[in-house]
């Protein structure tokens, strides 16, 4: 469907997909199959101006908004989820400084990411905090003029490989979550280091990693915002980010779209080829319309937060764009394996790793039932003292 895209918007669109097919397909197996960090793809997408979509053009970026981010970010996804998710994490890191961060901070963080030139990454979840964030332990104790980070942030998407990390930690603990703030830390400075890089089901292209702090000193100056600001600067960023997670969705089901019409026009049973068996045509049929409509929604969200000057409903409806399209990625990619029969559980398939690649999407930026709370907590408000 033609979503009416500005010249630019197009260009984004078709250069990530240049990328995506040319230098990502060929090497997305491989990728998965040795856990491989994507370095060679994330310099084309920093040389292709790719990290910088959604910088504003002050700082180097091509200054567009959510929507950018999204179509790029779709195209990604579409081959492979892995190599998308660590192009999309280093825009998560950067929100933050994008949203809050002073003019300094800006300055001196913004344009090497809109480069691609360093790559960032966001730490909220920890052992024991994960759906529940304002239970972290990690703390940001108050030391001469700035602060010493200790505690230990895990499943870190970038982790290892980013150099620029956004870290929400308490300054106060005896505020609950309004004591809570959110600092930058840069790769290299004493006491911040790494654990182990993990075995993941899928998306095994990205790199998760523990992040380490011992005593780790961070001048007052990577302060972003206000003490105290932690947790609004994390629920206004993933406001921005969870259409981009919509995103990973849409092209994740698109990529398995793809691949099952094009196996059921070449698969022979029966002495036909599947795709004249209506049971095939239906479950194609419902496949094309759930990723058209995640898509849609998608689109209209980024472009709804772009647009707005004062987006009321912006969580509940970036909410519904990260749930839908993600279980629509899941049951899609779960379909095309069974369009594939026996073939889409073997790895020389491409829908094998699509299906383990989903599955993630449900669970990362706020898992799908905490984004139903969320919606329904909206809803509740929404609804409170309005007349019949
Ligand atoms: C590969 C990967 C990459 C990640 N990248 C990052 C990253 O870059 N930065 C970062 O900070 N974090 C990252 N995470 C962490 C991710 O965001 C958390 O895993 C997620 O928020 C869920 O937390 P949890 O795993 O602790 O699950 P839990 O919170 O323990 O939840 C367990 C189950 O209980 C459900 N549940 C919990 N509370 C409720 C409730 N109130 N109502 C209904 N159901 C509930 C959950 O939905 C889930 O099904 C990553 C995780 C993974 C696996």
């Known amino acids: ?24 397909t060929p090497v997305r197996a491989e990728l998965d199959e040795k856990g491989e960090f994507p370095w060679e793809i994330m310099r084309l997408c920093g040389e292709a101006g790719l990290f910088g979509v959604s910088v504003p053009e002050e700082y180097g970026g091509f200054g567009g908004g959510v ?115 959110i600092l930058i830390v840069e790769k290299g400075t004493p006491g911040f280091e790494f654990g182990k890089k993990e075995n993941k089901m899928g998306i095994r292209a990205s790199a998760t990693r523990e992040l380490i702090f011992r005593d780790c000193y961070v001048p007052r100056e990577n302060l972003i915002g206000k ?57 194609l049929a419902d496949m094309a319309t759930q990723v058209e409509a995640a898509r849609a929604l998608v689109y209209a ?22 749930l839908f399209a993600t279980d629509i990625a899941m049951k899609v990619t779960t379909d095309a394996v069974q369009i594939f029969g026996g073939y889409g559980y073997m790895r020389e398939y491409p829908v094998e790793k699509m299906m383990r690649d989903a599955k993630i999407l449900q669970i990362y930026e706020g898992t799908n039932q905490i984004q139903r709370n969320i919606i329904g907590l909206e809803l509740n408000k929404e609804y409170a003292g309005k007349k019949p």
């Open 301 to 322: 969200t980024a472009r709804y937060i772009d647009q707005s000057k004062n987006p009321k409903e912006i969580s509940k409806v970036s909410g519904m764009a990260k």
């Open 227 to 283: 003490e105290g600001m932690g947790f609004i600067v994390t629920m206004r960023t993933f406001d921005r980010t969870r259409p981009g997670v919509g995103a990973q969705g849409v092209g994740l089901a698109q990529g398995a779209l793809d691949e099952a019409v094009r196996y059921a026009r070449e698969r022979e049973q029966f002495g036909k080829k599947i795709i004249s068996f209506q049971a095939i045509q239906h479950m």
């Open 67 to 181: 929507l950018e981010n999204c179509l790029a970010v779709e195209e990604l996804s579409r081959t492979c989820l892995g190599v998308s998710v660590s192009y999309a994490a280093s825009s998560l890191g950067a929100y933050p400084i994008m949203l809050y961060g002073s003019p300094e901070q800006k300055r001196r963080y913004l344009p090497d990411i809109a480069k691609g030139k360093r790559l960032a990454a966001f730490g909220l979840t920890e052992a024991d905090a994960g759906s529940d964030a304002g239970a972290i332990r990690t703390t940001a104790l108050r030391q001469g003029d700035g602060y010493l980070l200790n505690g230990t942030k895990q499943w870190i998407t970038n982790g290892g490989e980013a150099e620029i990390y956004t870290i929400i930690a308490m300054t106060d603990r005896s505020k609950g979550p309004r004591g809570a703030s």
């Open 1 to 24: 469907m033609d979503y009416f895209l500005t010249p630019e918007q197009v260009m984004i669109r078709d250069l990530s997909r240049k990328i995506a097919v040319e230098k990502v």
